[in-house]
């Protein structure tokens, strides 16, 4: 799998936007952009991901530069219960059950 | 909504024994994967596992690791002498055969080897 950086931290104000780039400049056609999240003491959680064109869910939207070497995880209202290890990871198109490769993550801090 | 789930939750083990960590993945899931997380450090894959076969498997799954889904809905981690360190969080994980490959992750399971 390419290889993705993410800063170490954030912090965020609760109630406000929070923006958490992934920069991915190796990133070949057929991977999709996926990000994942750890909240403390828990598995994993999956997020969002997309391949090209921006996406929204319920719990975040994530935009993808147009030459896709970046993108941004966005959490439109923090609360305290986002205060987590983001992690973007980038996957094969044809790895139906390929392994999730996860780096060290930006660890968002949210105050009160 | 449908769950992985784990148990135990903490398992503590003397150097040396068998442990065996379960797991019962998403009903509808094909696909399998065991994770480890070190205290502090990143979550590693051990292994991936459908039709009965392991698809893929780390370094770190060596021959004390071995993978079980001995019935319709468990699905097993069991490491035949533990040592120190295999102390971490284990983390089960499924998904569907679907090209964008959602995994679920079950709360873990925390192995202590003392």
């Known amino acids: 799998d390419a290889k993705t950086t993410q800063p170490n931290s954030m912090e965020s104000n609760e109630e406000e936007p929070v923006h958490l780039p992934c920069n991915h400049s190796?990133?070949?056609?057929?991977?999709?952009i996926h990000w994942y999240r750890q909240l403390p003491s828990q598995g994993p959680e999956y997020v969002i991901h997309?391949?090209?064109s921006n996406v929204n869910n319920r719990m975040a939207s994530l935009a993808i530069a147009e030459d896709r070497k970046s993108s941004t995880l966005i959490l439109h209202r923090a609360t305290l219960r986002d205060a987590a290890v983001y992690y973007c990871i980038l996957r094969d198109v044809g790895g139906a059950n390929s392994k999730l490769t996860f780096g060290k993550g930006i660890t968002l801090s949210v105050r009160p | 909504e449908p769950e992985v789930t784990q148990t135990p939750s903490h398992q503590v083990t003397q150097m040396g024994q068998e442990v065996i960590l379960r797991c019962v993945p998403i009903?509808?899931?094909?696909?399998f994967y065991w994770y480890r997380q070190i205290l502090g450090q990143k979550v590693e894959f051990l292994v991936s596992?459908?039709?009965?076969?392991?698809?893929?498997k780390s370094e770190i799954f060596d021959d004390q690791f071995s993978v079980e889904r001995p019935d319709g809905s468990n699905f097993t981690l069991k490491i035949r002498s533990t040592k120190l360190e295999d102390s971490a969080m284990y983390f089960c994980?499924?998904?569907?055969?679907?090209?964008?490959?959602?995994?679920?992750f079950g709360a873990g399971t925390r192995l202590s080897v003392l």
């Open positions: 190796t990133i070949s056609g057929t991977d999709y």
């Open positions: 596992f459908y039709n009965n076969e392991i698809s893929e």
């Open positions: 997309g391949l090209t």
């Open positions: 994980a499924s998904s569907q055969p679907l090209a964008k490959n959602i995994q679920y």
């Open positions: 009903s509808n899931h094909l696909y």
